[in-house]
């Protein structure tokens, strides 16, 4: 769905279901901080029919590790139905509203469509296409064409080289020990990985 009005908001968060009967909701976090589901205050809330997000009431939220998911309270919320009417909905906040972060935090946001190097060959390796929360955040990094020419080649039955089409992707872990530069300004994350690391599996 494009739309320009949207252009301006971040999902924090999406309602997968009623919690209980008083009116609490589960909540997937697409958000790395936690205030944004545990801390009171005012969110906004963008289900299929609206055209722009809802302001809305926070009350409380608690995090559930073992599901990865968030338990909140909304206000004027109160029952099952209420709770079940909101199902897909997505939690926003303005675009503006970006937590401070320390000194080797990032946005995801500001991560994808980061250009990949070999921080020892300058070597391009391809593009960060998304972020996968994992213990530690995995980058999926779209391999260049130019760097999966020579490892990535299939021989037919005749012995002629191959390319095989698919782009192939890798998932690199974003550790400080694998990826030491990160480099915003200039739109560029270099990387050291160990031996095998971008060894593309056929």
């Excluded at 939690?91 to 990032?106: F, H, I, K, N, T």
Aim: proline content about 8%.
């Amino acid at each position: 769905m494009t739309n320009d009005k949207l252009d301006n908001w971040l999902e924090i968060g999406k309602i997968v279901a009623p919690q209980g009967l008083s009116g609490e909701l589960r909540v997937y976090p697409v958000s790395d901080f936690p205030e944004r589901f545990e801390v009171p205050g005012k969110r906004w809330l963008l289900c299929s029919d609206d055209t722009e997000p809802q302001p809305i009431e926070l009350l409380t939220g608690r995090y559930i590790s073992n599901k990865n998911l968030y338990v909140i309270k909304l206000a004027g919320v109160e029952n099952c139905d209420r709770a079940e009417a909101l199902r897909g909905c997505k939690l926003m906040v303005p675009a503006s509203d970006r937590p401070q972060l320390g000194e080797d935090e990032y946005h995801v946001l500001d991560l994808i469509g980061l250009e990949v190097f070999m921080q020892a060959s300058g070597e391009l390796v391809g593009t960060v296409v998304d972020i996968i929360p994992a213990g530690n955040d995995l980058l999926e990094v779209k391999l260049h064409p130019s760097f999966t020419t020579d490892k990535g080649q299939m021989t037919n039955d005749k012995g002629q080289m191959t390319n095989d089409k698919r782009q192939k992707t890798v998932l690199i872990p974003f550790v400080e020990a694998i990826a030491p530069v990160v480099d915003l300004p200039s739109g560029r994350i270099e990387i050291t990985p160990p031996p095998g690391l971008l060894e593309i599996n056929n």
